[in-house]
């Protein structure tokens, strides 16, 4: 049974640095082909994708925060690792971890989902 | 980057076909892949691949690509179908690789 858990703090203040962790389970991370992508909504908002990582270490990230990004993984510890620099209000919302599938190179999908974690940035 | 433009709102009556759009840009290029949320829940995924089901989930749901749009058709709706539908892509050019769609909020009447 594939699952993810994301946790981390529920409250940051504005300027802080966000570290986000998702735990996996029913799936390896140095397994070939494997990948975890953060995604985050807004309250009332769409869907915003953010990052990925692979089995193979290869990274991405959403060009307009990646500045701000960092994601890494702790394969022995099944672990996907988010950090966000220079949080602000506007970065209030619920960060999702989601495993990435796919049936085609660069045809990815997000095929399971953590439950997510709301993150508000207040002082 | 690459935008998909979903409309805001689908209502549809119990029973009946929810058709719910999904525009891009020659996005018959590309495979789209659809996810269900509920109020307070994480996205389900429903499609993928235009028009492939996970397991699990009904028939009743299917999906169409062609040229600049992709549709997601829920035929015999129930009560429970009503959520917010995201259309997604992923384009590697994009500063967005990731590209999900505005979100529509499916209501039944």
């Known amino acids: 049974q594939v699952t993810l858990k994301e946790s981390g703090p529920v409250l940051v203040k504005p300027t802080e640095t966000l570290t986000l962790t998702c735990t996996v389970s029913g799936f390896s991370l140095s397994n070939a082909r494997m990948g975890v992508s953060w995604i985050r909504q807004p309250p009332g908002k769409a869907l915003e994708w953010l990052a990925h990582?692979?089995?193979?270490?290869?990274?991405s990230y959403s060009t307009s925060l990646k500045s701000r990004l960092t994601i890494s993984k702790d394969t022995s510890k099944s672990q996907v690792v988010l950090t966000m620099t220079n949080m602000d209000p506007v970065d209030t919302a619920t960060y999702y971890c989601?495993?990435?599938?796919?049936?085609?190179?660069?045809?990815?999908?997000?095929?399971?989902w953590g439950q997510g974690t709301l993150v508000t940035v207040s002082s | 980057s690459y935008v998909l433009t979903q409309p805001p709102s689908v209502s549809v009556a119990p029973g009946q076909t929810a058709r719910i759009t999904c525009g891009g840009n020659n996005i018959g290029s590309k495979s789209v892949h659809w996810y269900q949320q509920k109020p307070g829940q994480a996205p389900v995924l429903v499609v993928y691949?235009?028009?492939d089901r996970p397991s699990g989930i009904p028939e009743r749901f299917s999906g169409s690509n062609s040229g600049n749009t992709a549709t997601l058709t829920i035929s015999r709706v129930e009560a429970g179908d009503e959520a917010d539908y995201y259309c997604q892509v992923w384009d590697s050019s994009s500063d967005h690789p990731g590209v999900f769609g505005g979100g529509t909020k499916l209501t039944v009447l």
């Open positions: 691949d235009d028009s």
């Open positions: 990582i692979f089995s193979n270490d290869e990274k």
């Open positions: 989601a495993r990435i599938s796919w049936t085609d190179i660069e045809k990815y999908y997000f095929d399971y």
